[in-house]
C-alpha cells in the first residue's frame, strides 16, 4: 500500500530538484512580481513540510531551527527578494534531498493501519483526518509547488526542464499511436 506513495514522493522531489538545480543562487530570490513565490521560498517551504511529516510519522523530532523555518517559510510568510532573509540555496537542496529519502523510507514502512491513524494535527485534521490523507496530500502539494517553480522559470527566461516520471528517449505523440474508436 505505501510502496505507491513512497515512488511518489520520491519522483516528486526528483521533479521539485530537476526545476530548482541549475537556477543561478544569485537568482534563487528573483520575483517578476512583489510577493511571487521564489524557488528559495518554495524549497524552503517543502523542507517545512517534510520536517513535519517526519515529525507526525515519529521518525525525528521538529528541527532545532523548525520556527526559524515556519517564520520564512510558512503558509503565512510573503517571500521577498532580500537573500539575506533566508537560507542558501545548496543548504536548502541538501536538506531537502535527505528529508525526502527520510520521508520516502519512512512511508514505505506505513502498514496500512499506519495510513488510518488519525492526524494529530488538529488543524490538518479538518480536511486530512488520517496520517494517510496527510500524505497523499504532500504528493499534490509537491506538485502544486513544482508547478509554482515551472512558471517562475517561464517568468524568468529559463527552460523547461524534463519530466521525471516520463521514460528517455520519449516517442513524438501523433494520431498514428492510437487506434481510432469505432463510430
Given at each position: 500500500m505505501s510502496d505507491p506513495l513512497a515512488w511518489a514522493l520520491q519522483h516528486a522531489r526528483r521533479q521539485t530538484l530537476a526545476l530548482a538545480g541549475d537556477i543561478a543562487a544569485e537568482h534563487y530570490c528573483s520575483q517578476a512580481q512583489p510577493g511571487e513565490h521564489h524557488p528559495t521560498w518554495i524549497l524552503g517551504h517543502l523542507l517545512l513540510s517534510d520536517s513535519y511529516l517526519l515529525y507526525l510519522l515519529n521518525v525525528y523530532a521538529l528541527p532545532d531551527d523548525f520556527s526559524a523555518l515556519l517564520q520564512k517559510y510558512g503558509p503565512g510568510a510573503t517571500p521577498?527578494?532580500?537573500?539575506?532573509?533566508?537560507?542558501?540555496?545548496?543548504?536548502?537542496?541538501?536538506?531537502?534531498?535527505?528529508?525526502?529519502?527520510?520521508?520516502?523510507?519512512?512511508?514505505?514502512?506505513?502498514?496500512?493501519?499506519?495510513?488510518?491513524?488519525?492526524?494529530?494535527?488538529?488543524?490538518?485534521?479538518?480536511?486530512?483526518?488520517?496520517?494517510?490523507?496527510?500524505?497523499?496530500?504532500?504528493?499534490?502539494?509537491?506538485?502544486?509547488?513544482?508547478?509554482?517553480?515551472?512558471?517562475?522559470?517561464?517568468?524568468?527566461?529559463?527552460?523547461?526542464?524534463?519530466?521525471?516520471?516520463?521514460?528517455?528517449?520519449?516517442?513524438?505523440?501523433?494520431?498514428?499511436?492510437?487506434?481510432?474508436?469505432?463510430?
Open positions: 521577498t527578494p532580500r537573500v539575506s532573509e533566508y537560507d542558501a540555496k545548496q543548504q536548502l537542496i541538501e536538506r531537502l534531498v535527505a528529508t525526502g529519502e527520510s520521508r520516502a523510507a519512512a512511508v514505505r514502512q506505513l502498514t496500512e493501519a499506519d495510513l488510518a491513524r488519525p492526524n494529530p494535527d488538529s488543524i490538518l485534521v479538518r480536511t486530512q483526518p488520517t496520517l494517510g490523507h496527510h500524505v497523499h496530500a504532500l504528493v499534490f502539494h509537491e506538485g502544486y509547488h513544482t508547478g509554482q517553480l515551472s512558471s517562475w522559470r517561464k517568468a524568468h527566461g529559463l527552460a523547461a526542464s524534463e519530466w521525471v516520471f516520463a521514460p528517455e528517449p520519449r516517442p513524438r505523440l501523433s494520431n498514428d499511436l492510437f487506434p481510432k474508436r469505432p463510430a
